[in-house]
């Protein structure tokens, strides 16, 4: 019955199915997280903060994708905890998608420590994150940050850079069309 409440958008079905958020089966809580997030999230506020708790990546994964559809600026903390504490790489990119989907400007500071994550998904999500939230210093600070990297990590910088679509930045760029480095070029 979960799996056929998927792909209906019926607000109703999400108030049947809340209760299974809390549910002991992970695959059926997963399920009613997925089916409240896409029906009403509306109705899923505390059931997806309460999935970030879980020990269950999938159940917390749910969570996240809930609050991103759900979009209210009153998670941004909980999130932004998740996105500074969260083990997983992909779930901390979800929280960065989840962040940059809210666009609130109180999730900056977060996303700014995600910028120099070991992972390359995550600083790619926190740039996202942080153009759509419409922040202005994401440009000056990748450049600088171009200028205090190694030669070696040029190339995953600039892909970072190329994310904003920035013309302004051009004539900061320029400087790497190293005729040497194919890769940097």
Do not use: C
């Not at 969570?63 to 083990?87: A, F, M, N, W």
């Not at 996202?128 to 940050?145: K, M, N, S, W, Y």
Request: no cysteine; glycine share 6%.
């Amino acid at each position: 019955a979960l799996r056929a409440a998927m792909v209906l958008t019926a607000p109703w079905i999400a108030e049947v199915t809340r209760p299974m958020t809390d549910s002991p089966d992970i695959l059926e809580q997963v399920m009613a997280l997925e089916v409240v997030a896409k029906t009403a999230p509306e109705i899923g506020r505390e059931q997806f903060l309460a999935a970030l708790a879980s020990p269950d990546r999938s159940v917390r994964l749910r969570g996240l994708q809930g609050l991103e559809r759900l979009g209210d600026p009153s998670t941004v903390h909980d999130i932004s905890k998740h996105l500074d504490d969260e083990g997983d790489p992909d779930l901390r990119a979800a929280a960065a998608r989840a962040l940059g989907a809210i666009g609130d400007p109180s999730a900056v500071p977060s996303l700014y420590g995600s910028v120099n994550d070991h992972s390359p998904i995550v600083r790619r999500e926190a740039v996202a994150a942080l153009v759509a939230i419409g922040d202005d210093e994401i440009g000056p600070f990748l450049v600088t940050q171009l200028e205090r990297t190694p030669p070696l990590a040029h190339p995953a910088m600039l892909q970072l850079l190329a994310i904003l679509g920035d013309p302004a930045q051009i004539p900061d760029l320029a400087l790497y069309l190293d005729p040497e480095d194919e890769e940097v070029r």
